[in-house]
């Protein structure tokens, strides 16, 4: 069974930087994977933010990214904002597709 | 202004059946694959089923083999997912979605199984 891991938690401060990874444990994720990243708040559904690695929405803040770092994808968060706290997931393609278990990034 | 409704969540006895709805508006559904994904109580997300364009290919997480189904009518703007034998570790919030890479998303509907 495949399994995509992240990091279980977080913590940044505001305007600070900070990278959340997914890997896969099939081996290295490459762009084959059409690595996509998202966002969800308490309550709310999750929202979109990264595709196939380092494609942005129309509505993804600029402050995010998406790359290929050391074999795993990344969502690298730039000049943190209070409002980027919540947990994020990554997914992955394996011919059906795989979430990450999830990252909760606090604020603080 | 894109809008994903889901609906017929429902609590429901193991092994009983369900049928789940997304109502798709502002957007060009018959020209989009479309997936379902869910979340289980303080749990984190779980890709159900996609489906492509026309609804000739269909794809699904192992868990849910042969016993869920998704489907979708195109001149009803409308995505299915038929579930049946359902199981405790089915209960969870369900929520459908646009094309593979899940642009855009419903707000979800519950679905409870328990006796």
């Known amino acids: 069974q495949t399994v995509v891991t992240q990091e279980p938690s977080l913590t940044v401060s505001p305007g600070g930087t900070v990278t959340l990874t997914c890997a896969s444990s099939?081996?290295?994720?490459?762009?084959?994977?059409?690595p996509n990243w998202f966002q969800q708040k308490p309550g709310q559904a999750p929202r979109a933010l990264i595709y196939?690695?380092?494609n942005k929405h129309s509505w993804t803040p600029a402050r995010f990214s998406g790359s290929l770092l050391g074999g795993k994808a990344a969502l690298t968060l730039s000049g943190v904002q209070p409002e980027d706290e919540a947990e994020y997931y990554c997914l992955l393609y394996y011919g059906g597709w795989v979430f990450g278990g999830g990252t909760k990034l606090t604020v603080l | 202004e894109v809008q994903l409704v889901e609906s017929g969540g429902d609590l429901v006895q193991p092994g009983g059946s369900l049928r789940l709805s997304c109502a798709v508006s502002?957007?060009?559904?018959?020209?989009?694959?479309m997936t379902w994904v869910r979340q289980a109580p303080g749990k984190g997300l779980e890709w159900v089923a996609n489906?492509?364009?026309?609804?000739?290919?269909?794809y699904y997480v192992d868990s849910v083999k042969g016993r869920f189904t998704i489907s979708r009518d195109n001149a009803q703007n409308s995505l299915y997912l038929q579930m049946n034998s359902l199981r405790a570790d089915d209960t969870a919030v369900y929520y459908c979605a646009t094309e593979r890479r899940l642009s855009q998303w419903g707000q979800g509907t519950l679905v409870t199984v328990s006796s």
């Open positions: 502002g957007f060009t559904f018959r020209s989009s694959w």
């Open positions: 099939t081996g290295a994720v490459t762009s084959d994977y059409y």
């Open positions: 196939s690695t380092s």
């Open positions: 489906i492509k364009q026309d609804g000739s290919e269909k």
